[in-house]
């Protein structure tokens, strides 16, 4: 006790050096030992179920007619259109419905549309909603209200994350420039039919129209193009058409929700839904005592034995779409020199990282795109293997000489390098691992942690060098590099006229075997000029308890996709 109390209470810097040098011995340690651990039985991918229902909690026995899931850092804007925030993600896919929906393959399957047809040119969609559609409110859902959607996302106000400029609608951009007054590509044909006229084909154009759907009556009061003032307000009281009603949100605490009366497929026999805060300091705790009856983990050998030991947790293991990586900001004038970049790729030991954090539950990530996809081919791809003496060679060749106390020098400035991290398992190991390595080659890192909502801000306002973070799920291979690396959407400053090139021509044409060798090709120059440090790919581990049934998370639909389905066990 006095030695934990002597350590607490120790000057700040001091306790801040022992408190790395101690990270770094547990992470030393743990990359000795991971051979060990790598060699035990590694959990299959799919569902193991629970071995003795009879542990569940009291606490959890207790609700009848509620189930709870983590999450982690809602912001509150609840629109899915609007959110800047993964998790405010996840709480409108409680709310709201797609139009055309993903199944367990990623294949595109029908939402609230029930069928589409696409002309032989592949530019005219035409798409048949279900009959008697209803937002959660009683009110119908109609091809009116799929149009209005459409045409908030070409406003020249809207300034969400979702380009619907991808999907080339005709007359979409006279719109935004205020050349006409509506968008000559959208048809109301009948209150169940629109027809969609793009400019050209495109491969994600069916993902970008077949997203969530607005009310008209609700959103659009008054509604008049470059004004979207009042559609804000409504951040905080959505109206949407999914399996769940929004509650309340109670910052800091949890999300509630009701089930929803007029949801298409029937209402969820489920009565009500939390989204309960957690972090990854708490979210086995809440699990154990049963505060919560769903979370997700980080995929490791330590969090999977304690879930096992548990008793009554069904555990789902499958391979995410998404990636890891740390973001170049290509505006600064030492990241724009490319052999810099190189450098502080061949400088950091990914292996390592990725060894420590999944301990055989990951791989490093080599292109932007997951293993699992079709897009995935890495002949002929630099796959960048830890060497410090390539880096610093790199780095003697770019101009950067060594200065008296071992930080590289340029025209009289020093390598100093910002690197903005939020609170996550991940970060938690990089940080330690990537201050070593870096120093090595030369370079000062300077970590900045923070929240993930203000990483995003900083991101944005381009106050930082390096942005640790992960790509949201990827449906398709374009969505990991067009918002990323693309000289029109990218605001890292990011610019490669070749890159744009392959990106573009990736999503020109719906036939998969021809857009691979644009991809495969594509991912080769993104090697040779990186915007970006690749990270990982990982194993996604979540589980739920034996109370409940029904929980069959996926890559492409998470938690959400089975929700309507979950049920509390009598």
């Known amino acids: 006790m006095t030695t934990l109390l002597r350590s607490a209470f120790a000057p700040a810097a001091q306790r801040a050096r022992r408190t790395a040098s101690f990270k770094i011995a ?10 060990f651990a790598f060699a035990d039985d590694v959990l299959k991918e799919g569902i193991t179920p629970a071995t003795d229902a009879s542990q569940v909690p009291a606490a959890a026995k207790l609700r009848t007619d509620t189930v709870i899931a983590g999450i982690s850092e809602p912001q509150g804007i609840f629109n899915p259109y ?19 929906d993903w199944d367990s393959q ?7 549309a029930q069928s589409w047809t696409v002309s032989p040119d592949g530019k005219t969609y035409t798409i048949k909603l279900r ?6 409110d009683g009110s119908s859902l109609t091809a009116e209200d799929v149009a209005f959607t459409l045409t908030v996302l070409y406003d020249p106000k809207y300034d969400g994350d979702t380009d619907i400029t991808l999907a080339h609608i005709a007359g979409g951009e006279e719109y935004k420039q205020g050349k006409a007054e509506s968008i000559s590509g959208l048809k109301v044909i009948d209150p169940l039919t629109l027809q969609v006229t793009t400019t050209q084909p495109g491969a994600t154009t069916l993902q970008k129209i077949g997203g969530p759907v607005l009310s008209k009556a609700y959103y659009g009061k008054g509604y008049q193009r470059g004004n979207l003032d009042y559609l804000r307000t409504l951040h905080g009281k959505p109206l949407g058409n999914g399996p769940y009603v929004y509650d309340k949100y109670i910052p800091g605490q949890e999300i509630r929700f009701h089930a929803n009366a007029n949801y298409y497929r029937g209402v969820p026999p489920t009565p009500r839904f939390i989204y309960r805060v957690t972090n990854p300091s708490t979210n086995f705790q809440l699990f154990q005592t049963g505060d919560t009856d769903y979370d ?43 052999k810099v970049r190189q450098a502080l790729i061949y400088g950091l030991d990914r292996q390592k990282l990725i060894d420590v954090v999944y301990q055989g539950y990951g791989t490093v990530a080599i292109e932007p795109i997951a293993p699992i996809s079709w897009a995935y081919n890495t002949d002929g791809v630099n796959p960048y293997k830890f060497d410090p003496a390539q880096a610093s060679k790199l780095l003697d060749e770019a101009g950067w000489k060594v200065g008296g106390d071992g930080i590289r020098v340029k025209d009289g400035k020093r390598l100093e390098l910002t690197l903005l991290v939020s609170k996550k ?20 890192l300077k970590p900045q942690v923070v929240d993930f909502n203000a990483l995003m801000s900083q991101r944005k ?18 969505d990991g590099v067009w918002d990323y690396y693309s000289t029109e959407a ?24 021809k857009r691979k060798p644009i991809y495969h090709e594509l991912y080769k120059v993104l090697a040779n000029d990186p915007p970006a440090i690749l990270l990982g790919n990982r194993k996604i581990l979540s589980a739920s308890s034996a109370r409940v049934t029904g929980f069959k998370p996926d890559i492409y639909n998470g938690l959400t996709g089975s929700l309507p389905d979950v049920k509390i066990v009598k």
């Open 296 to 338: 997700a983990f980080t995929s490791r050998p330590d969090d999977i034995e304690q879930l096992k030991m548990l008793g009554f947790a069904n555990i789902n293991l499958y391979g995410s779409s998404d990636y890891s990586k740390i973001e170049f900001n290509v505006h600064r004038p030492a990241l724009q020199d490319v």
């Open 106 to 112: 990623g294949k595109l399957v029908p939402g609230l």
């Open 490 to 513: 990218t605001e890292s400053g990011y610019n490669n006229p070749e890159v744009d090139k392959l990106i573009n021509e990736g999503n020109a044409t719906l036939d998969i075997e």
């Open 425 to 444: 398992v991940l970060n938690d190991a990089l940080i330690p691992i990537a201050k070593e390595d870096y120093q090595k080659i030369g370079v000062l």
């Open 461 to 478: 306002a381009g106050n930082y060098d390096l942005a640790s973070f992960s790509t949201s799920t990827l449906n398709d291979p374009h």
């Open 131 to 136: 009959p008697d559609l209803k937002f959660s």
């Open 82 to 100: 609007f959110f800047v925030n993964g998790w405010d993600e996840n709480v409108t896919n409680v709310i709201f419905a797609r139009l055309i």
């Open 26 to 35: 547990l992470l030393a340690s743990a990359v000795m030992l991971s051979s």
